[in-house]
C-alpha cells in the first residue's frame, strides 16, 4: 500500500545542484512529473539610471508526485 505525495519546487538550471536534483526527480521510478513551466528570471544592475549588467536565468518549476510506502 502506498499513499501519494505532491511537491513542487523551483530549479535554477545555472545551478549545477539543482540540475542534479532535477535529475533525481526524473530517474526516480516512484516520481510522475504532473506539470512542469519555464521561467525566465532577468536582473539588471544600474548606475546613474543605465544599465551596467544584466543576467539572465532560466527556473523550471516543477510539480510531481510520489508514491510513497505506508
Do not use: Q
Request: hydrophobic share 35%; with cysteine.
Amino acid at each position: 500500500m502506498y499513499k501519494t505525495v505532491h511537491e513542487t519546487r523551483k530549479f535554477n538550471t545555472d545551478d549545477e545542484d539543482d540540475l542534479k536534483n532535477y535529475d533525481a526527480v526524473l530517474n526516480d521510478p516512484l516520481c510522475t512529473v504532473v506539470s512542469e513551466r519555464k521561467e525566465k528570471l532577468e536582473t539588471c544592475a544600474f548606475d546613474e539610471g543605465k544599465i551596467v549588467s544584466s543576467e539572465e536565468h532560466i527556473i523550471l518549476v516543477v510539480t510531481w508526485s510520489k508514491k510513497v510506502l505506508l
